[in-house]
């Protein structure tokens, strides 16, 4: 518990001291007009009060992220506590302050917009695919998810009560994809934002009572998920993929963008997308400590489970500590919370390609247009979820890599916007170095892991070092050519 608390000061204290290094550098100016409110349209670009916009904010990038993740997380040992802070601070943070504030910038462009702009040579087209697609997956995957909860509670737990509530939930995506941002996700996501901040609160305060037994830092840092029957996960890379949206997530920067349409003062940047990051941390903290008694504990045995899958560990722990205000806050995170993930995802996907086609967004027949393919696409997912007995399982694993590799493609966009910033000061370093460290992880789970290419995970420190070298190397090449052409940020 002491490893915990001290992981609970460090999120903090970064927020009010290294958040305010990455603010100063970035500089944000109160004075500027923001696209919310030079381009308010009613639809997309809707001033809303800074609050409402956090709330937004954090549950668009939290879901079952930091829950589900820290989860599975736990498993590898106190490492994952070390993961979630210094994910938080020194790469999640930035990589969602600065995405949200260069969207700003940029006339509250979307992610395959900024991108393009800045590494040019043909990224914008390949982003917009990369990032249509990952954005298509987590549409799929947090409308398959709840409905398999749903069917279960529901339901008969049938192939065809899953596939009722998954239409039922697509329906929604459709409508809330379609209406103006204010209309629906305004005025009920602040309430599913309370409620999940509500949760890991009162989960917090059972620690307190509790004071687990759990894994310290100093009992070692070694990987502990053989103990819990997960076996052939090394700390590298695997627990840096499993455990994303509790550190760094490539898909926060799809949404920011959309609160990025929404603020009405950059400097409230730091608040809204900085420190939404941090609460996610602490949530996600909350869990990892959680699923630590769970796993190492002895809560297993409290809970009379022999074994539990994420979902599982959430209800049952939250029906044994909480109560009955706790397993209809269990259905809220498990259920609401990736819902409300899924339909800001199809419409980053519908902001996506209207950006990249240069359509207007202000008629009802426009988005309709643009929105009919995504939904179509979804559909075909769906249908290969509910056909293929493994459907989910696979997509997921898919999505954790991608959605990585996006974040890893933003934090090097936003290392070039600050060296030509700068002018090739040590800036950039703040977006360079999780950049470089991000994208060794990628490289190597695709080279070891056994979903990808399978290679004998005794050479992970090998591919570990090389791909670092690699993201060096190239990274210096690209910054060497910035500075002789000499160009300024790419800013409107």
């Not at 958040?19 to 004075?31: C, M, S, Y």
């Not at 997921?396 to 966009?413: D, I, M, V």
Request: hydrophobic content about 55%; overall charge positive.
């Amino acid at each position: 518990m002491f490893s915990f608390l001290i992981c609970i000061a460090a999120l903090v204290l970064g927020y009010f001291i290294y958040g305010r290094v990455v603010e100063k550098i970035f500089g944000p100016d109160p004075a500027r007009l923001t696209p919310a409110v030079a381009m308010e349209d009613g639809v997309d670009y809707v001033p809303m009060p800074a609050w409402k916009v956090f709330m937004i904010q954090f549950l668009n990038i939290a879901g079952t992220g930091p829950i589900f993740g820290a989860i599975m997380g736990a498993k590898f040992g106190p490492a994952c506590y070390l993961w979630i802070v210094l994910g938080s601070i020194f790469a999640g943070g930035v990589h969602d302050y600065l995405s949200g504030m260069l969207s700003m910038r940029n006339k509250g462009a979307t992610l395959p917009e900024m991108i393009g702009r800045e590494l040019r040579w043909g990224s914008r087209g390949v982003i917009i695919v990369f990032t249509t697609i990952v954005l298509l997956m987590v549409g799929t995957v947090f409308v398959y998810s709840p409905a398999l909860i749903l069917g279960d509670i529901a339901g008969d737990g049938s192939s065809r009560a899953i596939l009722i509530w998954a239409i039922v939930i697509l329906g929604y995506y459709i409508i809330a994809t379609l209406l103006p941002v204010d209309k629906i996700i305004g005025k009920i996501y602040p309430v599913f934002a309370i409620a999940l901040l509500f949760m890991a609160v009162s989960l917090m305060v059972c620690l307190f009572i509790k004071w687990p037994s759990i894994p310290e830092f100093w009992d070692g840092l070694q990987n502990r998920a053989p103990s819990v029957g997960v076996k052939g996960q090394s700390i590298f890379p695997c627990l840096f993929i499993t455990v994303a949206c509790g550190a760094i997530s490539g898909f926060h920067g799809t949404q920011s963008p959309i609160m990025a349409r929404c603020l009405k003062n950059e400097k409230m940047g730091r608040p809204i997308f900085y420190g939404a990051m941090i609460v996610e941390g602490i949530v996600a903290l909350i869990w990892a400590a959680v699923s630590s008694y769970f796993f190492f504990d002895g809560g297993m045995a409290e809970c009379g489970l022999q074994s539990a899958s994420a979902p599982q560990v959430v209800t049952a722990v939250s029906k044994h500590w909480l109560g009955i205000v706790g397993s209809i806050l269990a259905v809220l995170g498990v259920v609401a919370a990736p819902i409300t993930s899924g339909d800001t995802a199809l419409r980053g996907a519908r902001l996506n390609i209207a950006d990249f086609l240069h359509l207007k967004q202000d008629k009802i027949g426009s988005r309709l247009a643009v929105s009919l393919p995504i939904f179509i696409a979804v559909g075909l997912l769906l249908w290969f979820n509910v056909a293929n007995e493994d459907g989910f399982n696979i997509i997921w694993r898919y999505f954790g890599l991608s959605n990585q590799l996006l974040a890893t493609f933003f934090l090097g966009t936003a290392t070039v916007w600050l060296a030509r910033k700068y002018h090739g000061g040590w800036q950039f370093l703040i977006a360079g170095i999780p950049a470089v460290f991000m994208f060794s992880v990628c490289m190597t789970f695709i080279c070891v892991d056994k979903t990808c290419l399978g290679i004998n995970a005794g050479y992970t420190p090998f591919f570990g070092v090389l791909w670092a070298a690699l993201a060096i190397v190239q990274l210096a090449a690209w910054l060497i050519y910035e500075k002789k052409k000499n160009n300024g940020p790419k800013e409107i």
